[in-house]
């Protein structure tokens, strides 16, 4: 069994962090919606246009910038025609160049999107797109590369989370709060139900390495986060209260988890034993670093023992969140300055578990976070911060920025 790393772990709180000029070696690239609601891509210390058409009088904006391994670049417009929502898709081959309008329907919103993790065939790649309509949620399912796009609802519920396996040829889904389903994507549609019944979680994982199955499964009144791999079932942890959320490290080794919004607890994938946790409680949100050496966290920046995510959505003070970083290797905990998120950004951590599985806010080298922030001032900036250094550096502004996989 590893040592348990409880917090006699250092803590460093890392105070006014100031903004800084951006620099030009960041890694990998980072996409973001600028406060005129247009699509930019951020490379190099310089900022792209990829769309110049938005006009948010007239309710035409873009949204949900969303990255695939291997650097193409989904985007979505939303506006309104005769009434209704009318939504359309774009894909960007790098994110250097505009997108191509590759699907686009009236009367449906986009809620979420997700890139399968590996290619469908030569330059082809499934998108998964959560949609809602008058009558609820759905998964439409674009195959998009050269050529005509293949569209297809593969699936509805209220609420509905699903996770890629690896290869992409499957999906795990949590439906309704009542069951688990594996999707087979390659045999047109195949769908088996596995036994556990859902307890109260929200988004499911597929592990990142292999076909073991991550989930909350109901027990009495309670939560059994477990692992099914195949016939087999190991519970990680056990009767857990409230809300359960979870997260996959990339290597597949650990597993990180919150229940009713308490500390945050990282145990060994294989056997269930406790590896690190937090002293913080009200951790909001936590996201992996890509090298699974580091998780980040959000909590309220003040009297965390008493959150709620009621009051966080509605509390005027512009400095209530707290990015604080965990090194599960050698205990060490940092905590940074306070922020205050932007509406946009406040979603994806509503949402977190599963955002983190398709939105990096991680740069590809594991070491900077980026967040969209909202001064005091009613200014909205897209920040970098710096987890060695603890400095912080403003690239543009902006509501929402996501950073590529690679």
């Avoid at 005769?82 to 774009?90: I, K």
């Avoid at 519970?235 to 290597?251: H, I, K």
Wanted: proline share 4%; net charge negative; aromatic share 12%.
């Amino acid at each position: 069994m590893r040592k348990v790393l409880l917090l006699t772990m250092v803590f460093i709180l890392l105070q006014g962090v100031s903004s800084v000029s951006a620099q030009d070696d960041l890694p990998g690239s980072i996409a973001y919606i600028g406060t005129d609601y247009n699509v930019y891509t951020f490379a190099g210390g310089e900022s792209v246009a990829l769309t110049d058409d938005a006009n948010v009088e007239n309710r035409y904006v873009y949204q949900l910038p969303t990255w695939a391994p291997g650097g193409r670049l989904a985007y979505f417009s939303r506006g309104r025609s005769a009434d209704e929502p009318q939504l359309g898709v774009y894909v960007s081959p790098d994110g250097v160049r505009g997108g191509e309008r590759v699907y686009e329907t009236n009367g449906n919103v986009l809620n979420y999107a997700y890139w399968s993790p590996e290619d469908c065939g030569e330059n082809c790649r499934d998108l998964a797109l959560l949609l809602s309509d008058e009558t609820g949620l759905f998964v439409e399912l674009l195959r998009t590369g050269e050529g005509e796009v293949e569209a297809e609802m593969i699936g509805r519920g209220g609420p509905f989370y699903y996770s890629w396996s690896p290869d992409g040829a499957q999906m795990l889904w949590q439906r309704n709060m009542q069951r688990l389903d594996v999707y087979d994507v390659a045999e047109a549609g195949v769908v088996r139900t596995l036994t556990q019944q859902p307890g109260i979680f929200q988004a499911p994982m597929w592990s990142p390495i292999d076909d073991r199955l991550l989930v909350g499964a109901l027990n009495a009144n309670q939560t059994d986060l477990v692992v099914v791999d195949g016939e087999q079932t190991l519970t990680l942890a056990a009767e857990l209260r409230g809300l359960v959320a979870f997260a996959w490290s990339p290597d597949g080794r650990y597993v990180a988890y919150t229940d009713n919004y308490g500390v945050l607890n990282v145990v060994d994938a294989r056997s269930g034993a406790l590896v690190a946790r937090t002293l913080d409680v009200g951790v909001f949100a936590f996201f992996w670093s890509p090298d699974s050496s580091t998780l980040a966290y959000v909590t309220l920046a003040r009297e965390r023992d008493t959150f709620s995510a009621k009051r966080l959505q509605q509390d005027a003070n512009p400095h209530n969140l707290l990015w604080s970083v965990l090194n599960v290797q050698n205990g060490q905990l940092r905590a940074y300055a306070q922020f205050f998120p932007t509406s946009e950004l406040l979603y994806l951590l509503s949402y977190f578990d599963q955002f983190a599985q398709s939105h990096r806010l991680w740069s590809p080298d594991s070491r900077y976070l980026l967040y969209s922030e909202e001064t005091a001032e009613g200014v909205t900036l897209i920040t970098v911060l710096d987890t060695q250094l603890g400095e912080a550096q403003t690239i543009a502004e902006g509501v929402i920025g996501i950073w590529s996989f690679e």
